[in-house]
């Protein structure tokens, strides 16, 4: 019997074991890729007109050639003398100066502004968050945009979500991965953890084992 126990022991002794190492293990995965940056070096982001898009289109002088108007899921609109010109991809200036160009044959000397008063942006520039976030998104770009910015429009994380194995995926430097930890910057208001985002960055916010 007490040739029993001693087996059960060293059973248990070594189960323990396992779990340590395995938590342990789990604790190493969070740190498998470089901390993100906390600034980057980016040059100074220009918008770009993307699909969906709200656009106010200002013809000086010409009230009746003004137009209020949503970039089509084909990247194109349509406005009075102007039909299917190419706005996504655009600056609101490089559009302005194209729809200047089209009315130029039949108005004398058009001035045309362009402003964007709903914003999408292209596919390339929006940061996308996915994974344990409470509203898995898109959202567009902004100058000096952080991932603090971007967690609080995306709720948050679930009460599932492992946020300080989340990962950054950089678009701008070919899918190279950062780590993040959200649950210290979210959970604990740990400022440090904040860092800032680039066009086309991915977050992905795995699942919690524990």
Request: some cysteine; overall charge positive; hydrophobic content about 45%.
């Given at each position: ?62 009230a009746e050639l003004s137009a209020n108007v949503t970039v089509r899921p084909d990247g194109r609109i349509s406005v009075p003398l102007v039909e299917d010109v190419m706005a996504a991809g ?121």
């Open positions: 019997m007490k040739r029993f126990h001693i087996r059960v022991r060293s059973l248990a002794t070594g189960a323990a074991a396992l779990v340590a190492a395995a938590v342990l293990a789990g604790c190493a995965g969070t740190a498998r890729h470089p901390l993100a940056p906390a600034e980057t070096a980016a040059a100074e982001h220009r918008y770009r007109i993307g699909p969906l898009d709200q656009l106010n289109i200002i013809v000086w002088r010409n655009k600056s609101p200036a490089e559009l302005a100066k194209e729809v200047e160009q089209t009315l130029s044959r039949v108005v004398r000397d058009p001035a045309v502004t362009v402003i964007v008063s709903g914003f999408q942006g292209v596919y390339g520039d929006q940061i996308r968050i996915v994974g344990e976030a409470t509203r898995p998104q898109s959202v567009p770009f902004r100058q000096n945009m952080t991932i603090l910015d971007v967690m609080i429009q995306a709720g948050g994380l679930t009460d599932f979500a492992d946020g300080n194995a989340a990962v950054l995926v950089r678009g701008a430097e070919a899918g190279k991965q950062y780590s993040v930890r959200l649950k210290d910057l979210l959970k604990r208001g740990d400022i440090s953890a904040n860092v800032q985002v680039r066009p086309g960055d991915i977050v992905i916010v795995p699942q919690s084992w524990f």
